[in-house]
């Protein structure tokens, strides 16, 4: 397949049959992105003069500011997030492995934000429900009447020992996860190694992540890296999880066991990232039962493990007991989204201490859900409707193929196109991938889906 500047260029006729085939369906993308069952009905606006503060000027943060300024006439909307410039985090492993030029995963956050809402630019330092207050890093004291908490989650590489993310790119350290920065940094150790091969390592954490399917993508695509540059024969390519399994939804990580053992892939199970020495190219993986075991390598993908932030952590908004609680994730009902303790909070994004839901997928579907349910309590009732844990991945199996598994919080398979088998790997999932899913998510992001 023809590259031309850092895109895979499509064969026309199959690319032009491809678009007609998704249109025919009534755009597949937004469908792929999370619309399994039926819409959330707009409604007409309600008057109020609610305070709603929105923490977070992510994906579900804006989604909810836009979706609110048309449901709500006079309500009082405040964004509070330092970040000018908005990424389109889907995007971060199509520039880590070669196919997008960084600058696609780069806008502006000024341009999606609705009219008529205050942006204070800092972020939330601590939050107050007791008294239905933020206090942000400068010092500044917001009220509200509602509170919408978006503010994604940590990564912790303070965890990983010798980590420095500054380093990434250099000396084959990899990992996606940071920003744009990073997965160019990334795409450029990638390319290194291919170059020579050697033997790689790709890492797995043991707690709740974004993007579950980010850590296998990057490991099917550096193989097929590999396999171009002709120096897989003189590779090996090894995943260490730190789980019993390399993803939580068990068919599709049969499937994806089955096409590594294929492939040549090797995976080991219970072996935590413990340390890591960038300048000696030496990590130290710890089992369950403390045993060491430090691994040369010439190319290594470090997931970090991800936590709630400090000030969501900290606050009386997290979870305080149950296996969200060692996270410090924001203690919602899984079905409304809804605050369990605090009925004027909600949550969305990767923030919420559910099951299952870190993917812009999950986002799309939950966006008008939370505004539905927000609206509601505010108009004097209770939350309407309820969120089943949609979440969408499309797995990048090599280039020019991809998985599109979509799935919800029990684990079961919730397809929504009927031309893409979830567990087979196609070139229609390639594309809704690379070509369609960010218009899409603009569209998420300015509440129009």
């Known amino acids: 397949m023809k590259r031309i500047a850092g895109q895979t260029a499509l064969p026309p006729r199959a690319a032009d049959a491809a678009r007609r085939r998704l249109l025919q369906l009534g755009a597949g993308a937004p469908l792929a992105l999370g619309a399994s069952g039926a819409a959330t009905p707009a409604r007409a606006s309600i008057r109020t003069n609610a305070r709603i503060v ?34 389109y985090q889907p995007g971060y492993t199509l520039v880590a492995t070669g196919v997008w030029p960084v600058d696609k995963v780069r806008d502006r956050n000024a341009e999606f934000q609705p009219a008529g809402v205050t942006w204070v630019r800092d972020m939330v330092a601590a939050f107050d429900p007791a008294a239905n207050a933020v206090v942000t890093a400068g ?28 380093a990434i790119g250099s000396n084959g350290l990899a990992s996606v996860y940071p920003g744009p920065q990073a997965a160019q940094a990334t795409w450029a150790a990638m390319q290194s190694f ?3 091969g050697g033997n790689a390592i790709m890492t ?26 002709g120096t897989l024969d003189k590779s090996k390519v090894r995943f260490q999880s730190a789980l019993g399994a390399v993803f939580g939804v068990k068919v599709v990580n ?26 000696a190219r030496r990590a130290t993986f710890v089992s369950p039962e403390g045993e060491k075991e430090e691994l040369p390598y010439d190319f290594i993908h470090v997931v970090p493990p991800m936590r709630a932030p400090d000030a969501v952590k900290n606050s009386e908004l997290s979870w305080k007991e149950g296996p969200f609680a060692a996270g410090g994730w924001l203690e919602v009902d899984k079905a409304t989204l809804q605050h369990r303790r605090f009925p004027n909070v909600f949550g969305i994004g990767d923030i919420n201490g559910t099951p ?12 008008p859900i939370v505004a539905a349910n927000l609206v509601s ?18 797995l990048l199996t090599r280039e020019g193929s991809a998985m599109l598994i979509e799935f919800d919080y029990d684990g079961k398979l919730t397809p929504s196109l009927p ?16 070509r369609m899913l960010k218009p899409a998510y603009l569209a998420v992001l300015k509440g129009r889906v």
């Open 356 to 367: 299952r839901g870190k993917t812009a997928a999950t986002v799309k579907k939950s966006a």
């Open 194 to 196: 291919a170059q020579k």
């Open 377 to 394: 309590v505010i108009a004097g009732g209770k939350p309407e409707v309820s969120f089943d844990g949609y979440t969408s991945c499309p």
């Open 254 to 279: 049969d499937n994806v066991l089955a096409r590594w053992k294929d492939l040549g892939v090797g995976v080991e199970f219970s072996r935590r990232l413990a340390a890591i020495d960038i300048g």
């Open 139 to 166: 010092g500044q004291r917001i009220d509200y009447d509602f509170l919408v908490v978006a503010t994604g989650l940590h990564l912790d590489y303070a965890q990983i020992p010798g980590m420095d993310v500054a």
């Open 204 to 229: 797995l954490p043991a707690t709740p992540l974004k993007c579950a399917g980010a850590p296998l993508k990057m490991t099917f695509m550096l193989r097929d890296r590999l396999r171009q540059a």
């Open 54 to 87: 929105i923490a977070g000027s992510g994906l579900g943060g804006i989604a909810v500011a836009n979706r609110l300024s048309r449901m709500l006439d006079g309500a009082r909307i405040t964004i509070v997030d330092r970040k000018e410039e908005h990424n």
């Open 419 to 434: 031309m893409i088998e979830p567990l087979q790997d196609s070139f229609f999932a390639w594309l809704l991938k690379v």
